[in-house]
């Protein structure tokens, strides 16, 4: 039998882990996109995935 305390911590530990998760794949998408800004011809797609992340990010964050 598990104590009263382990599902709020349990949760918060998965909050914790989807932040980070999520918030990882932001960087990587927004690094992605300031090198996108500096190519020969750059793409629109670069910079509406950062956003998505960064809107994600934001709201995982907020929840």
């Excluded at 998965?14 to 020969?40: D, I, W, Y």
């Amino acid at each position: 039998m598990t104590p009263d305390n382990s599902r709020p911590q349990r949760r918060k530990l998965q909050h914790e882990t989807l932040l980070g998760f999520v918030g990882f794949f932001a960087f990587l998408a927004v690094l992605q996109a300031v090198v996108n800004v500096f190519s020969p011809e750059p793409a629109v797609w670069p910079a509406l995935l950062a956003a998505f992340f960064l809107g994600l990010t934001w709201w995982v964050w907020r929840r």
